[in-house]
C-alpha cells in the first residue's frame, strides 16, 4: 500500500468554480502536511503548510487536514486559469527531517476561461 | 522565487554514456535532494545531504551518485546511461520549514 494516495485526475473545471483536491494516507505518524503546485515545465512551489489537525486559509485557497480520517483536502475558491498547474500532496512526520517526506502522484487541474 | 538553478534543462544522450546534471543554489541551505519524477506517479527520493561531504541514499533505489563538496552544489553523476534512466530529476534544497525546488532536468536516454 502507498503511503499517500492521490487522484491523478485530469480535473477540469470553468472558471470561477471551487476545486477541492485530495490525498489519503496511510501512516497515523504523519504531522506536517503540505501542498505543491507544479506548473508545465517548473519544479514544484511550495503551496500550503500544515502541522496536525484543521484548516489554513491564505486567500482564495483553503488547507484542510482531518487526521482521524486520514484526509487531507485543498480548496481552491473562484478559481482562475493562472491556476491550471499539477497539485502535489505531501506530509511527514518530523519537519526536520525532511528526507522523508512523502508525495503524492500529484493532481492536473485545468481551469477553462 | 527560489534561487536553486539546474543544467542541463533538457538532455538526449545515447546509451552508455557518462552524465553529470548540475544542481546550484544560492540560499545558503545545508540539506539537498535529488529526486526522480516520473509521469502519473509520486516524486521519489533517490539521494540527500545533509552538508558538505555527507551524502545518503533515498528511498528509491538508483544507480546514480552524489557528492556535495561545496554547500551551494549537488551534482548527480550516471556513469553510464541507460534508457531505464529516462525521467525527469528534480533537485532541491531547504531550510527548517520548506523545501525550494529546482526547474528539472529531463533526461532522455536512447
Not at chain 1, 8 to 23: D, R, T, W, Y
Not at chain 1, 65 to 80: A, G, N, P, T, W
Not at chain 2, 4 to 23: A, D, F, H, N, S
Not at chain 2, 73 to 89: D, G, I, K, M, N
Request: with cysteine.
Amino acid at each position: 500500500q502507498k503511503e499517500v494516495e492521490q487522484d491523478p485526475g485530469p480535473l477540469s473545471v470553468p472558471e470561477g468554480a471551487i476545486v477541492s483536491l485530495n490525498c489519503t494516507y496511510s501512516n497515523s505518524a504523519f504531522q506536517y502536511f503540505m501542498w505543491y503546485r507544479q506548473y508545465s515545465r517548473k519544479g514544484p512551489e511550495l503551496l500550503m503548510y500544515t502541522y496536525s489537525s484543521g484548516n489554513k486559509e491564505d486567500g482564495r485557497f483553503t488547507a484542510q487536514v482531518d487526521k482521524s480520517s486520514k484526509y487531507i483536502s485543498l480548496f481552491i475558491r473562484d478559481s482562475q486559469p493562472s491556476d491550471s498547474a499539477t497539485y502535489l500532496c505531501a506530509m511527514t512526520r518530523s519537519i526536520t527531517g525532511a528526507n522523508n517526506l512523502f508525495f503524492g502522484t500529484g493532481t492536473r487541474l485545468t481551469v477553462i476561461p | 522565487e527560489a534561487d536553486i538553478y539546474q543544467t542541463p534543462r533538457y538532455l538526449v544522450i545515447g546509451t552508455g554514456k557518462k552524465i553529470t546534471l548540475e544542481c546550484s543554489q544560492t540560499m545558503g541551505h545545508d540539506k539537498m535532494y535529488w529526486y526522480q519524477q516520473d509521469p502519473g506517479m509520486e516524486l521519489h527520493l533517490i539521494h540527500y545531504s545533509y552538508g558538505v561531504n555527507s551524502t545518503e541514499k533515498g528511498d528509491l533505489s538508483s544507480e546514480s551518485t552524489v557528492s556535495r563538496i561545496r554547500t551551494e552544489h549537488f551534482p548527480l553523476t550516471l556513469e553510464s546511461a541507460r534508457p531505464s534512466h529516462t525521467s525527469q530529476y528534480l533537485c532541491a534544497s531547504s531550510d527548517p520549514r520548506e523545501q525550494f525546488f529546482g526547474p528539472g532536468t529531463r533526461l532522455t536516454v536512447l
